[in-house]
């Protein structure tokens, strides 16, 4: 059988991990990236195990491990104290427990490794090159880049929420916006107390506002993550640039914690988070979507880029198990990612409402089950089994 030839719109976590994983198991792939050139995009990410098999299925968790952090522990604060509500183990914990560890890592790090390893892989990146659209013949797809076209056997969309794949395939697709804004920046650990941020994936819970901080680079960068309730926005745009004045307001009274991170940043940016439905298919012919494309989800589970990593691992090996039926074999990929992926966005999108609560009587239940959780682990661990406990390595093993 001649070489498979697959093409990939998106050179982001998912593009590149799909190619990287395809390369792997013997396929010529080309991937297509608008951006003139990759930069590094200021953003921290969290890996949990069910993310790392497939890093280290792919040879790439070493590397990963040498820049990221391991943080001891998930904790959820109330946001004028900065008291532990509820406390979660990670550091040992999670690797006895699902196999892997529980890493924050920059996401300009990650993607340089996912990068360096394709294109050693074989891979071919071609920049500042944007597919705009494709056709289907009997026996290929084509990818049209301006004037340019591209012939190959499958064509993945993993070129994000605003994917032009997704667009031809399905159409415009609904979304609302969730009357949340996100803002986003990173601060030199240096220009700090040291311990001021704990070692932990820390979650500071108030009315209508949370604050999200952890360490990224081994501890010289922490990142942090703030969303606020806001009626008024209108752009899905995450590189917008944010005013610091305005966020440091926004979480005036918070803890020490927050105020002083706040005080000692000098830039951020600002989005609004956009809730979108469960498409109706990710497949069409030989074209299928991939990460953000196929299911963006809101960022309330972390889960966004390794949901994309594992659609990378399992569209691989699904086209490596039905080589002589490559349309039946993005079937397949649908069919075991699907399920999966929806249930991820919806647990993101309530727990937007399960961090926010205003009223006492909410507050104090929620609370209640916290406590419950930091004494009861087996609580705890029937919500992170589901999330981190899927291992798609074993599941969809390298043919």
Not at 3 to 15: P, R
Not at 50 to 72: R, S
Not at 261 to 285: K, N, R, V
Request: hydrophobic share 40%; glycine share 8%.
């Amino acid at each position: 059988m001649a070489q498979q030839h697959i093409l990939i719109s998106g050179a982001g976590i998912g593009g590149l991990t799909a190619a990287l994983a395809l390369a792997q198991n013997g396929a010529k792939v080309d991937v297509f990236e608008q951006a003139a050139e990759l930069v590094e995009v200021g953003a921290g990410l969290q890996q949990g195990p069910n993310a790392m098999h497939v890093h280290a299925a792919l040879g790439i968790d070493k590397d990963i491990e040498a820049v990221a952090f391991e943080p001891e522990s998930i904790e959820f604060r109330d946001y004028q104290s900065g008291k532990s509500l509820l406390s979660t183990p990670l550091k040992n914990a999670h690797e006895s427990r699902y196999g892997q560890k529980y890493l924050h890592v920059h996401r300009a790090d990650l993607h340089n490794i996912l990068l360096a390893a394709a294109q050693k892989a074989g891979v071919t990146v071609h920049l500042g090159r944007a597919i705009d659209s494709y056709e289907q013949q009997s026996d290929a797809v084509i990818a049209k880049s301006g004037e340019a076209s591209f012939r190959g056997d499958i064509l993945i969309g993993a070129d994000g929420i605003k994917s032009k794949i997704r667009q031809q395939m399905l159409g415009p697709q609904d979304n609302h916006y969730t009357g949340h804004v996100a803002w986003r920046g990173i601060v030199p650990a240096s220009k700090l107390p040291k311990g001021h941020i704990p070692p932990c994936a820390n979650n500071w819970l108030g009315p209508k506002r949370h604050f999200v901080s952890y360490y990224i680079r081994g501890g010289e960068y922490i990142n942090f993550v703030a969303i606020e309730e806001r009626e008024d926005w209108t752009k899905e745009s995450w590189s917008q640039k944010g005013d610091m004045s305005e966020l440091r307001s926004a979480f005036t009274g918070w803890d020490s914690r927050v105020s002083g991170l706040l005080e000692a940043c000098d830039a951020c940016y600002l989005w609004g988070l956009f809730d979108h439905p469960p498409l109706s298919t990710w497949t069409d012919g030989r074209v299928a979507l991939l990460g953000d494309a196929a299911h963006p989800m809101l960022p309330f589970m972390a889960q966004g880029a390794s949901m994309a990593v594992e659609d990378g691992w399992v569209l691989a090996q699904s086209i490596a198990a039905h080589k002589d039926n490559l349309q039946k074999a993005l079937k397949a990929y649908e069919t075991a990612r699907y399920g999966r992926a929806t249930m991820i966005q919806k647990l993101s999108r309530d727990n937007a409402k399960l961090y926010h609560m205003n009223s006492s009587l909410q507050t104090f239940i929620r609370n209640a089950k916290f406590k419950i959780g930091t004494h009861v682990p087996a609580a705890a661990h029937s919500q992170l089994d589901k999330v981190f406990g899927v291992n798609v390595v074993k599941d969809f093993p390298k043919m």
